[in-house]
């Protein structure tokens, strides 16, 4: 069964940097047919899209909140997506999920319909 598996949260002072990564060693050679993203869902918050990478990675998108400050790459080799993060702010205390789509990206991939397999998130915590 295919799986994404996320790893690398941990608790960082502000304005560090941090970089997640999203394993999909199951995915094998189909990983390049899965577009991919990562989700953050804060205490009492909804889940929101933050980055998401199309299937070689030629499209990227971002929300506009994090964009200057969020960049996702992948490995399709690895079967892995990374997102670095700098400048880190309190804000970005959440916990950050990976997906993954076997469709193109959407205008509407922050809101996650998109994504079909989904991991179960690694812990960011952001201290001023």
């Known amino acids: 069964q295919r799986q994404v598996v996320e790893s690398g949260g941990d608790s960082v002072q502000a304005g560090g940097s941090l970089r997640l990564t999203c394993s999909a060693p199951?995915?094998?050679?189909?990983?390049?047919?899965?577009?991919m993203g990562w989700f953050l869902q804060a205490p009492r918050n909804e889940r929101e899209g933050v980055a998401s990478?199309?299937?070689?990675?030629?499209?990227?998108f971002y929300a506009d909140s994090v964009k200057d400050r969020y960049t996702i790459t992948r490995d399709n080799e690895l079967r892995t997506v990374y997102l670095q993060i700098d400048n880190m702010k309190p804000e970005d205390t959440a916990k950050y999920y990976c997906?993954?789509?076997?469709?193109?990206?959407?205008?509407?991939?922050?809101?996650?319909?998109?994504?079909?397999?989904w991991g179960q998130g690694t812990q960011v915590t952001v201290s001023s």
């Open positions: 997906a993954a789509s076997n469709g193109p990206l959407t205008s509407g991939w922050e809101d996650g319909a998109d994504f079909k397999y």
């Open positions: 199951q995915f094998d050679f189909a990983f390049a047919n899965y577009c």
């Open positions: 990478i199309s299937f070689l990675g030629g499209t990227i």
